[in-house]
């Protein structure tokens, strides 16, 4: 029984009457007449028994009435659905990303896209970047927001920001007033770092190769705010990418750049074979608002640089505000 049957049968239970069926849905009592025909066929039972020139509905056919009443109903709520996807107005997006980026800048994002379309649900999933890669490959995610290079033929990949490494120290710290340092100037420090299965680690530990400094890394850390948070107390210098520092600076630190230089980028990525959403290309361009207001402080004759999407470049001070 398909649905314009099952339309024709719960008008003709609805109203009484053949005649009064056919006016409403606007056609001849024929083709009426021909959909419960039809509808019978398709059952296997009698649906109507003719009684003194009276169409007579079966037990069978008044049972049927409430499940053909929540089948209009589940449609019309499907078709209310539909107009609001192609409004813009309703659905779903899901972002993942690792910590330290969800914390700061997605989050935020998801406030504002709440505000803007709250009949969205968004869902946001905190992982390590190689799962978030994995999560948007899958389909589990609509897109990504990672901080070292996915090499996936099957994602693209675009660049939001991109900043030089760091070292971090405490203000009171003996090397808090050198313009730039280098491997060497970290030899005997103790030396916090991310683990070595991110870009940013990798590139450290091969920098003190090829400076012949043979050395462990004292604390190896997974998420920028631990770090932040282990020179903060005094425990060590921290060699990490900028971002986490720019957008949260903490007045007890200093940012100094690290030599030699290497650049760390916020991307965004997504499916190659998979189209975006209108809503998933909307918090997406949120998260980006968030990371050029976020970043993009007003520069104070700093010697840490950020370059965001577009070519535009933040210098971002080096040294936090005093309290």
């Known amino acids: ?62 049972a049927l009435l409430p499940e053909i ?17 192609r409004d813009s107005t309703a659905g779903s997006v899901t972002v993942a990303a690792p910590g330290s ?25 905190v992982l390590p970047a190689v799962r978030v890669a994995e999560l948007v490959l899958d389909g589990q995610a609509d897109f990504g927001i990672v901080n070292q290079a996915t090499d996936n033929p099957y994602l693209l990949s675009e660049v939001l920001c991109e900043g030089d490494t760091i070292c971090l120290v405490r203000r009171d710290h003996p090397l808090s007033k050198r313009a730039a340092l280098s491997v060497p100037d970290l030899a005997d420090q103790p030396l916090i770092c ?13 920098a003190l190769r090829e400076a012949g400094v043979m050395r462990r890394i004292d604390f190896v850390v997974n998420q920028s705010q631990q770090a932040l948070d282990l020179v903060q107390q005094g425990v060590g210098v921290a060699v990490i990418d900028p971002f986490l520092w720019a957008a949260v600076p903490r007045s007890g630190l200093i940012a100094i750049p ?23 290309s909307r918090l997406e361009q949120l998260i980006h608002q968030t990371l050029r207001e976020r970043i993009a402080v007003p520069s104070q004759g700093g010697r840490v640089q950020i370059t965001m999407r577009g070519g535009k ?6 040294r936090s505000p005093t309290k």
């Open 194 to 206: 991310y683990s070595e299965d991110t870009a940013n680690g990798v590139l450290v530990r091969r």
């Open 258 to 280: 690290f030599s030699p230089s290497y650049s760390n980028r916020i991307r965004v990525i997504r499916a190659r074979e998979r189209p975006r959403s209108r809503p998933a």
């Open 69 to 85: 009443e929540r089948i209009q109903s589940g449609l019309s709520s499907l078709q209310l659905f539909i107009g609001k996807l």
């Open 313 to 318: 470049t933040v210098r971002v001070t080096p």
């Open 1 to 62: 029984m398909n649905l314009r049957q099952l339309e024709v049968l719960g008008a003709v239970l609805r109203t009484g009457s053949l005649s009064a069926a056919a006016r409403s849905l606007g056609v001849s009592q024929p083709a009426v007449t021909k959909s419960i025909r039809l509808a019978e066929q398709a059952a296997g039972f009698v649906l109507f028994r003719r009684v003194h020139n009276r169409y007579v509905p079966s037990g069978e056919a008044l």
């Open 101 to 125: 980026i969800s914390h700061e800048f997605v989050t935020p994002a998801i406030v504002q896209f709440a505000k803007k379309w709250p009949s969205f649900q968004i869902r946001s999933q």
